[in-house]
């Protein structure tokens, strides 16, 4: 399991780089593919792609905490679970949505092979096991 976060540690850093840029897609995209999800979100169906990708840059970097703690996640989880999920409702069923978009944003951007997307399925199971 180590090596599967290793491996996605690598791009990671390279993907967050543009956090508001890639942030903003796998928000856009997890609307467009789950139009139920923007429910828990009304105040982001009005606001520009330029803000969407704020809180998408904050996305990324709540999701890159718990990658680099690369399974000594669970005070981050502790931690997410007294804010994220009471206030925003992030649930377990969201947050595996959340990153099977996020793994189809880094495979189209070229961050992902499809050799790694099992490596990373894995490492986003163990975190979602935990929520």
């Avoid at 520009?48 to 709540?62: A, N, P, Q, W």
């Avoid at 961050?111 to 986003?124: P, T, Y």
Wanted: avoid cysteine.
């Amino acid at each position: 399991m180590m090596a599967d976060y290793e491996m996605f540690l690598k791009p990671w850093g390279n993907f967050v780089i543009e956090g508001a840029g890639h942030g903003g897609e796998v928000l856009k995209r997890l609307f467009q593919k789950h139009p139920d999800t923007l429910k828990l979100f009304p105040e982001f169906k009005s606001i520009s792609y330029v803000e969407l990708g704020k809180h998408g840059k904050t996305l990324l970097e709540k999701l890159g905490e718990l990658l680099w703690a690369k399974g000594n996640h669970a005070a981050i989880i502790q931690k997410l679970a007294t804010s994220d999920v009471k206030t925003d409702k992030i649930i377990h069923k969201y947050f595996r949505r959340i990153s099977g978009v996020l793994m189809e944003v880094m495979k189209d951007y070229g961050f992902l092979s499809s050799n790694d997307w099992k490596k990373l399925e894995r490492v986003m199971d163990n975190i979602a096991k935990d929520i």
